[in-house]
Each structure stands twice: as C-alpha cells, then as structure tokens.
C-alpha cells in the first residue's frame, strides 16, 4: 500500500497541530528530523480543524498551516473542516 | 466606497474560490480565443474543457497575501536575528560554507527562472483555475530568489566565493548545468514546461533538495538558510499539488495526450536527476555533520513517494519514467563521482573542495557498504596522502561534457562503475557526446534544439571565455587565469582547497574571537 505523508516546521505553532493528527490517525507514524517533524501514513491522512481547535482553544482556519508547512505527497482535498491528503492506488 | 455585508453569512471555501478565480473570468467577444492564446495548440495537447480542473488548495489572492506576508514576517525577524547575533560563527565548521555558495550561484537563480517561466505559462492557459494557480507560483518563486539572495548575502560580508553569483550563471563551467536545464524548460511551450517544472521537478525531485538539505543546514548551526529553505518549502507543497493536478487534467481530458506527456516525463525527470547529482554530492561531503545519505535520501523521497505516484498514474496509462534500472544502480555511485570531479578541478570553481576526514570517510563506508570501499575511498585516500606531501592533485585538461546535460563525462556505465559512459550521435555531418542513453534519446527527439547547446569547454577552446582585449598568442600565456579572470573568480582566493583557504583563517579567527577574550 502507498504512503502519504505530511511535514511541518518544529516549532511552537504546530506541536498541537502534530498533536492533533496524531490523534486523528492512529496509523500515522511520526518522525521527528533536525528542525522538522515529517509525518507518514499508509494510504491516507487527514488534518481537522475542529481537533486542532479543541487543543489551542481558539478558532482555526486550515490555511494557516500554509505557514508551518514543509512538503506533503499525495492528492489533497481541502475543505473549511479538513484537509485530506490519499493516493487512489 | 465602503460595502456592507448584508447576509451575515460567510462564504464557504469552495465557493469563496469559485468566486475569486472562474466568477472574475469573461468569455472574449471581439478577439478569436487562438489569437489571445496563441501557444495553445502546437505542443500538440488536446484540452476541450477548462472548466474540469481543479485546484486542491483553494487559495485565494486575498489569503495568498496574507499567508505570505507572515511567512515573510517570520522569515525576516530571523534572517535579522541570525545576522545581528554573527550566527555565521556558530555553523559546523568554514567547510559547509561552500555548500550554500553551490546553493546561491547554482540554485536560486533557478528560482527566478521558474518565476518567468510560471508567469508564462499563466499568461497562455485560457483556463482561470490554471491561470490563478500559476500566478501564484510565479510570485512565489520571485519570493524565492530574493529571500535566498538576502539571507545569503549576509555570508558575502565575510567569506569568499558569494560575490558575483549572476555573472558567473552565465559563464562558469558547472553552472551551465542548472542554467541549461532551466532553459531547456522556459523555451518549452506551456505545457510542456508544466510537466517539466510544476510536475517533474516540484512534484518529483523538490523535495530531495529543500527537506533533507535545508534540515541538514538546521543541523550545522545555518539558520538563515533553514528559515529561506523551509519558507520555500512552504510555498512547493502548493506547488507539487499543481504539479499533479495539471498531469491529471492533461491526461483525463484526451487519450492522444498520454504519449506527449509520457516522453515529456521521461525526459524531464532524467533531465532533473542529473542535475540533483549536485545536491547529492552536497549532502555526502560538504555537510560537516550529516543527516542522511543521498542513497537514504533518494530512497524516502524518489523511490517510496515517486513509486506510490507512479502506481497512482497507472490508471491513465502512464508507465514510471525511463532509465528507472540506471538510476537505481547509480545511487550508491553518483555522488562519489561528482565530488571526485570538483576536487580535481578546484582550481577552476568559485568554491573550496578538501580531503574528508576519516570519520567522515567511515561514515561514508557506512552508508555506502557496496560502493564506497571497493571503487572510491581508495582514491580519496591517495589524493589525501598526497595533499599531505604538498602535492595536492589538480586536473587541467578540461573534461569534455555531455550535450545534453553538459556535465562532464564522469558517469559510468549501468552496471559496470569501473567503466566511463559514453555515447554518441552523428547529426547534420557533426558529432555529438552524450553521458547516458538517457541524454542521447532526448538529444535525438529535438536535435535542433539540443545541436546549440552553449558548451563551457567547447567555449574555452575557441576562446570565447576570456576577457576582452586577451591576446591568446603571446608567450606564456596562461588560459586558466584568463578564464578565471572571465569568470570574476579570484585566484588563491575564492577556489584551491580549503586547507589553508582565507575562509578556513577567518573563521577560526573570529570563531576564537567570539569563544574567548582574546
């Protein structure tokens, strides 16, 4: 099965942001790289905004991880409550 | 004039972006739709509605500020930090400096040049969805150029080798490799070049420069160059997504485009492995602490995330790239050649090469366990010993250079590293050199193109490469020198090996300055 991944930058803004996918992909295995935390797993990954919400305790829009965000692979669909990254084979 | 809301209600994503990009679109009336998009139809790809693409990130140009100007924000406060605190003292050691000199006169003007080429092909897609997404790329890579020109200029204040880097685009040896590469592309029609540059390149090889390289440059104490690395960064995972998204709309919009857009794939991601043959020789030896090998590297990001594509892409007939066997015998190999080729001539670069210690020599032997030992670390040993007896080894015959990639012929056959590649074509009464099966096919689907190729040796021996007003006849005349003059690299100073280089005195000069009270 194909792997999908997601990296962000390590820092302040996106520990609850790592926090959260994990949560919300128990398949997820996260690797910790100097600077940066890549984030894989097999055959999709999903990032929710409400997740994230619930662990900084403000609102959030999922564009902000723009920021933050090193690479990802995979085809993307992002909406106002998730973003989704899946290979279709 | 101030508006009002009056729904109270607030757009959803997907509607904010229809709104912002297709909503701001109009159908032309009194001009023919082939006379405003003129470049649509000679590559030969068939498009019959626009309206099918998608773009994944729905970003619009009112969030594309805003995001932007906060990654410029952060960018900034740390690029200042970094200058104002001399974090140039707290990197590994002087050594690593060279790596970001390659980065600055062999990389980031490629960044500019990816900027024309997507403010292009915007301008000729009728497509607003397209059309928005390439604008946005194309500030994106102008973004990418100056913020990697600024942070690296602070390296210029104090270290050889920074000060001239567009001069030298034009002209120094091994920088007609990148330059070349991306000329191939911005000399492409649009779609082709989509498929060169947003698909092959970002989608496909990006990532093996700005992840495992800008995290190495964390992990040797660069922060100027993280931040500009992974600002950047930021921007690709847009622009990978655009990558794929116009591979799959290309695709499903005709079956007659599968077979264009299969060579093109084929040579561009052959075209772009060669030029990454750089980057992995960075990783291998001009990082002082190391954070992964190419090999490693390649492997994560080209064999695992390239296969799952592929495999993905099967269902509209497309077949993984060509040469796929070469290159996967070659990881274990180009590096080594590469740096073996840059300390034999470090004479002729605007960078210092060195011998690697022997922890990093083990360290190598390590990651290399069928490669290293047997074909390269004997020879870097000898030329280490005879370094040692103030004979240190360089090479003033120049090399001769492929036509197509224009990297000299260092490569080895598949399968055999003890044997050179060569291969050869004849066109129009001339023959032509090529490193690989790879460059010779692509050199004989656009011969025409590739038979004008600008070559720096070619161009050294007709005399092309000195400054104006050089006499080649009078007696003891030295071309080397007049080359380097050409080029604006100072002699003794900018190349030569970093043992006993001013960089090496510097910094471990100022470095004692900053640990002591001296």
């Known amino acids: 099965m194909s792997t999908v991944f997601i990296a962000l930058q390590a820092n302040e803004d996106t520990r609850p942001i790592i926090e959260a996918i994990t949560a919300d992909n128990p398949h997820a295995v996260v690797n910790q790289q100097p600077a940066m935390v890549k984030i894989d797993a097999e055959h999709s990954l999903v990032v929710r905004r409400q997740t994230i919400e619930e662990l900084i305790g403000r609102d959030f829009d999922l564009q902000e991880l723009q920021i933050n965000l090193i690479t990802l692979s995979g085809h993307v669909d992002e909406t106002d409550d998730e973003l989704t990254l899946h290979w279709n084979a | 004039m101030d ?29 023919k739709k082939e006379d405003i998009y003129p470049y649509m139809a000679y590559e030969g790809i068939k498009i019959h509605d626009w309206d099918k693409w998608e773009d994944p990130f729905r970003l619009t140009m009112d969030s594309y500020w805003k995001y932007q100007a906060e990654k410029e924000r952060k960018l900034y406060a740390i690029i200042d930090a970094y200058a104002q605190n001399n974090g ?80 030298m685009l034009q002209r120094v040896w091994y920088l007609s490799v990148p330059r070349s590469f991306f000329d191939d592309a911005v000399t492409a029609g649009p779609f082709e070049f989509m498929v060169a540059i947003g698909f092959s390149f970002e989608y496909v090889l990006t990532n093996l420069l700005f992840v495992p390289f800008v995290s190495g440059a964390a992990y040797n104490g660069d922060m100027g160059t993280m931040t500009f690395g992974f600002s ?91 040469w796929l066997d070469q290159i996967a015998f070659d990881k274990d190999h180009i590096s080594h050649q590469a740096w073996a080729t840059f300390y034999q001539y470090g004479a002729a670069s605007d960078f210092h090469t060195w011998s690697p210690t022997d922890d990093e020599l083990d360290w190598l032997s390590k990651k290399y366990p069928d490669s290293f030992d047997k074909y390269y670390r004997p020879r870097l040993e000898h030329w280490r010993e005879q370094a040692k007896q103030g004979k240190r080894f360089y090479n003033t015959t120049l090399p001769q250079l492929c036509q197509v990639c224009q990297i000299p012929m260092i490569f080895t056959e598949p399968g055999d590293p003890t044997k050179t590649c060569y291969r050869e074509v004849d ?20 011969p025409e193109k590739f038979k004008q190729a600008w070559l720096p040796v070619n161009q050294i021996y007709q005399g092309n490469c000195f400054p104006d007003g050089t006499d080649p006849t009078v007696e003891d ?42």
């Open chain 2, 3 to 31: 508006m009002k809301a009056t729904s109270g209600k607030k757009l959803g994503l997907k509607e904010k972006y229809r709104h912002m990009t297709r909503g701001l679109d109009w159908e032309p009336s009194y001009q």
């Open chain 2, 232 to 322: 950047a960064q930021s921007d690709e995972a847009r622009h990978m997504t655009l990558g794929l998204e116009i591979i799959k709309f290309i695709l499903e919009q005709d079956p007659d485009n599968v077979p264009i857009v299969q060579r093109w794939i084929d040579k561009w991601t052959w075209r772009g492995y060669r030029v990454l043959t750089l980057v992995g020789m960075m990783m291998d030896y001009m990082l002082p602490k190391r954070i992964m090998s190419w090999k490693e590297a390649w492997e994560v990001y080209f064999e695992q995330n390239g296969g799952a594509l592929f495999k993905d892409l099967a269902r509209y007939g497309i077949r993984p790239p060509k």
């Open chain 2, 427 to 446: 066109y129009l009464g001339e023959k032509f050199h090529f490193c690989s099966d790879g460059c010779k096919e692509i050199f004989e689907n656009e």
């Open chain 2, 477 to 518: 005349f030295e071309p080397l020198a007049k080359v380097l003059e050409y080029y604006h690299v100072n002699f003794g100073r900018d190349n030569l090996d970093f043992e006993g280089s001013e960089d090496q005195k510097n910094f471990a000069a100022w470095r004692g300055m900053a640990t002591t009270n001296e």
């Open chain 2, 88 to 167: 140039h003292l707290n990197v590994t050691d002087a050594r690593y400096l060279n790596a970001i000199k390659l980065f600055l006169t062999g990389i980031s003007p490629l960044e500019y040049m990816a900027h024309r080429g997507f403010a292009h092909a915007g301008r000729a897609f009728p497509g607003a969805g397209p059309r928005v997404a390439c604008l946005m790329q194309s500030l994106d890579e102008i973004r990418h150029a100056q913020t990697q020109i600024h942070a690296l200029s602070n390296y210029n204040k104090h270290y050889n080798g920074f000060h001239d880097f567009s001069h």
